[in-house]
C-alpha cells in the first residue's frame, strides 16, 4: 500500500534592496505595505533587512520585487 506523505518546504526568502537605485515610486510599498515604506523625504524603508520574510509575507513579497520599475529590489535565498 502506497501513503503519500507531504513535506513542507520552508521559503527562506530574503529581499536585497538596492538604496542607490531606489528612485521613491513607491510602487513596493503599495504592494507590500508592511514591509516597505516611504518616509517623508521619499527615501525607501525596509522592515526585514537582513532577515527572511515570514510566509504569509511571500507573495505580497514577490509582488513589491516585480513591480520596482528601476529594479532596486531583488529576491534572494
Given at each position: 500500500m502506497l501513503t503519500s506523505i507531504n513535506f513542507l518546504e520552508e521559503t527562506a526568502m530574503k529581499i536585497s534592496v538596492d538604496y542607490h537605485r531606489c528612485e521613491g515610486h513607491g510602487l513596493c510599498s503599495e504592494q507590500?505595505?508592511?514591509m516597505f515604506r516611504l518616509d517623508n523625504d521619499a527615501e525607501?524603508?525596509?522592515r526585514y533587512e537582513g532577515?527572511?520574510?515570514p510566509d504569509d509575507l511571500v507573495a505580497a513579497a514577490r509582488s513589491a520585487v516585480d513591480s520596482c520599475p528601476v529594479a532596486a529590489l531583488r529576491e534572494t535565498a
Open positions: 507590500a505595505p508592511t525607501l524603508t525596509y532577515t527572511n520574510i
